[in-house]
Each structure stands twice: as structure tokens, then as C-alpha cells.
């Protein structure tokens, strides 16, 4: 699939993860929106997968360590194919089985359930270095926050890759510049992360990640070593009155801003 299909994917899944918040009353929109065109190139041109046989032994991994954004990678699931488009609607409704975090025991397309921040990597290098041990040929993806990086357990993950020779292995870090209440910037600001990375013995490329020229060769780079993909995106993209804007981590649009928001994401498709 080309870029500019990919971009027509990734329109449609914005605008449904966008009526979905509004429906359900919650959600964490910025980042569902700065994600959505990295989560699009992987379902719909990179990932090796079957959504009849999602747990076919030779598929591909993904891990969603921002587990938050959960309802981006359900919306995406269900373009795939993996569940029901309908099932969309039942988001944090009572007895549903898409919850707020993603959970692998009722989701089909989901790999481990992930919430807790600087978990999703440790269990991610788990897979890859299972693959390695075992012959297999699946390579694992994992996408973590640029906030969540401030967790001790990914750099031990990030040096056990590297050890572990893990060339099987693609981080995804979606650098929106803003976690939880304030910006990065303003907290435990790790960035610029590429010398870190290199130092750790990874190799890094960086891109601009709303791009889909640029997102495509990054996730189908291979090498000898771990590639960490640092994706500078923006908070709430797509929608202008969300962008770059920290309020918009685990807000919900009103009436008004429904109605804007909705006509900039359709006038694009």
C-alpha cells in the first residue's frame, strides 16, 4: 500500500477514534492523534499479519507500551479486520472488552496487555529474544511515549537489547513533546534522545512522524542492531485546536468542538 493510500487510512481512523471519545465521554485524544499515522503504516503495510489467525506463530509483534491510547489501536484493529467496526462503539461501556488500557485475553490483534508506563519495552525485547532463541523469523515493534521514556525500565530493556544483539527489534518513540499535564520539556526532559540511544549501542533514525514518506522506510529498515525510531509527531494532529497542546492529553471535545474537529478531519478524506 502507498503513502498516499495510507493517509486516506489514517484519516478515516482519526475521525472514527475522534466520534468515539465523544461517544464514550473519555479518552486520551492527543495522543491517539499524534500515533494514529505510525499505527496505520504498520497494520496496513508493514506488520506480516493475518486477522483471521491473530495469533498465527509467524506473525509479526506489535506492542503498544502507551497503552493509554488504546482506543487508537482498537479503531485500527477494527480496520483491519481484526474486530467488528460496530464494536468501536462500545468504548468503556459496561461489559465491553475495549477498555480503557488494552488487554490481550479479550482483544484479538492485541500481544500483552500494557498500562503501567515502561512496561511495553522489557516484554517487546522478551519477544524479540524468544524469536532469536527459537529460530523464528517475527519481528518485533514496539511504540513507547517520549514522557514515558522517563522510566528506569526501559533503559535496562534498552541495554539488555543491545547486548542481546536484538537486530529483530524496532522502538517506536512517539516524541509529541507533552505527557500528562505539562510539557516535556517542563518535566524529566530526556530529549534529544538519539545520543542516548547510539550510546546504548543502538542504531537510530529520525523522522517526522506524521509523514508517511518518512514512516514507511523507518519501520522496514533492517540492520545488525536494535533501531529505535525516534517519530517527532504532534499532540492531537490533525485537528488544529488540539495541536501542540498540553490540555488536550485526556481531554474531551465539547459540542462545538466536536462539530470543528469532525469537519477538519472530514474535508481532508
Not at 468515539?20 to 491517539?32: K, P, Q, T, Y
Request: net charge negative.
Amino acid at each position: 500500500m502507498q503513502p498516499n493510500d495510507l493517509d486516506r487510512i489514517a484519516r478515516q481512523i482519526r475521525l472514527r477514534d475522534l466520534q468515539a471519545v465523544f461517544e464514550a465521554g473519555a479518552g486520551h485524544i492527543g495522543g491517539e492523534m499524534s500515533a494514529i499515522d505510525i499505527l496505520t503504516a504498520l497494520y496496513f503495510r508493514v506488520l506480516r499479519i493475518w486477522p483471521d489467525q491473530p495469533k498465527n506463530p509467524e506473525r509479526d509483534r506489535f506492542v503498544l507500551s502507551k497503552g493509554h491510547v488504546a482506543l487508537a489501536l482498537y479503531v485500527t484493529l477494527a480496520k483491519r479486520g481484526f474486530i467488528p467496526e460496530d464494536e468501536i462503539s462500545t468504548f468503556l461501556k459496561p461489559h465491553s472488552r475495549l477498555n480503557g488500557h488494552p488487554n490481550c485475553n479479550k482483544v484479538p490483534g492485541v500481544e500483552t496487555n500494557t498500562g503501567p508506563l515502561g512496561h511495553g519495552l522489557p516484554v517487546a525485547v522478551g519477544m524479540a529474544k524468544a524469536a532469536k532463541l527459537t529460530g523464528a523469523k517475527y519481528h518485533t515493534y514496539v511504540m513507547t511515549g517520549d514522557g514515558e521514556m522517563q522510566e528506569g525500565s526501559n533503559w535496562e530493556a534498552i541495554a539488555s537489547a543491545a547486548q542481546f544483539g536484538l537486530d529483530n527489534l524496532t522502538l517506536i518513540i512517539d516524541h509529541n513533546r507533552f505527557q500528562q499535564g505539562a510539557s516535556l520539556k517542563d518535566t524529566n526532559n530526556l530529549a534529544p534522545f538519539p545520543a542516548k540511544l547510539s550510546a546504548f549501542g543502538w542504531d537510530v533514525t529520525e523522522i517526522n512522524g506524521n509523514s508517511m514518506d518518512e514512516i514507511v522506510p523507518a519501520l522496514e529498515k533492517r540492520g545488525n542492531r536494535p533501531h529505535c525510531i525516534v517519530a517527532h509527531t504532534n499532540k492531537g494532529h490533525g485537528i488544529s485546536f488540539m495541536q501542540d497542546t498540553v490540555d488536550w492529553h485526556h481531554k474531551v471535545p465539547n459540542a462545538e468542538q466536536y462539530k470543528i474537529a469532525v469537519a477538519e478531519l472530514s474535508e481532508a478524506l
